[in-house]
């Protein structure tokens, strides 16, 4: 069985929040349950929980148990000219909103991505780049804001990730710092801030992940 325990704080709300989640395979299927603070503060609850059964690159289902909403994933990929083509379907009942997603990689440095709401009229197309195995470049179009979004990441020291990204939309920036480590645990560090707005002060967040193995 496996565990992890998530912090979060931000300044901008100065608030914390934690949230855990427990897994454990069944054969060749995951079973998860997740929850919040909301969960145990003021007595147990069902506020927060929330329960999966996933096989791994083929399905997710999510069922949140106040909310009484069921979340599908289905994965698949096909060959296009002998490039692997991967394909995600995701409904929402609660919402009724579905979502399909496709990431056709040419190889190990270029892959082109598609996302589209279905009834929105909305469709993001992304092309990324790895350079070097280390340096990544992330282009996004818009088409319902007719609008561009650009990321750059780099890793350092193995399992550290600086990233930067801009939204030109919403002139949103945004600086992050993230390490994956199986020893000394996972954290997120973020700085984003409005260019729009008339008081530039950036909003902070810091999230840890420690996982265990039960």
Not at 45 to 50: C, F, K, Q
Not at 60 to 84: C, E, G, H, S, W
Not at 87 to 114: C, E, M, Q
Not at 184 to 207: D, S, Y
């Amino acid at each position: 069985m496996k565990a992890s325990l998530k912090g979060r704080y931000e300044t901008d709300k100065g608030s914390a929040a934690a949230a855990a989640t427990l897994a454990f395979n069944a054969g060749d299927v995951k079973l998860r349950a997740s929850m919040t603070d909301a969960t145990v503060v003021n007595g147990p609850s069902l506020n927060g929980l929330a329960l999966a059964v996933e096989k791994p690159g083929f399905f997710i289902i999510d069922y949140n148990v106040p909310k009484k909403d069921l979340r599908f994933q289905f994965m698949n990929t096909v060959k296009v000219a002998d490039k692997p083509l991967n394909l995600t379907y995701i409904h929402s009942r609660g919402d009724n909103r579905t979502i399909l997603d496709g990431t056709l990689v040419f190889d190990s440095a270029n892959k082109v991505s598609a996302n589209h709401m279905l009834g929105s009229g909305n469709c993001k197309l992304k092309y990324t780049y790895v350079h070097g195995g280390l340096t990544t470049f992330e282009q996004c179009y818009d088409l319902g804001k007719n609008a561009w979004d650009f990321a750059v990441s780099r890793k350092v020291y193995g399992d550290d990730v600086f990233r930067a990204s801009y939204q030109t939309s919403s002139k949103a920036l945004a600086l992050e710092w993230s390490r994956n480590s199986k020893i000394n645990g996972n954290f997120k560090i973020q700085a984003a801030l409005g260019l729009a707005e008339e008081l530039k002060v950036p909003k902070l967040t810091a999230e840890t992940t420690w996982n265990f193995e039960m």
